[in-house]
């Protein structure tokens, strides 16, 4: 039986934020495409959902500026 989610320990959680960013907050590693380490410098960072942000991967809050909507 899987543990349940809500109660397992996580070495790093994300949660969706309704029309804006992804947070991803505890241990974690952000790695490009290629095997590039992105240094995060934070335990919680803001990772774009909507395309627009000039500081890809991280979210600059454009998304509130073109309306950016989730499903």
Do not use: N, W
């Amino acid at each position: 039986m899987a543990d349940d989610p809500t109660t397992a320990a996580a070495g790093a959680t994300i949660t969706a934020y309704p029309d804006g960013p992804l947070l991803v907050r505890g241990d974690f590693v952000l790695v490009t495409p290629e095997g590039r380490t992105i240094e995060t410098r934070r335990g919680t960072v803001a990772l774009c959902r909507c395309g627009q942000s000039a500081l890809k991967p991280f979210c600059d809050g454009t998304h509130k500026v073109i309306d950016f909507r989730t499903a």
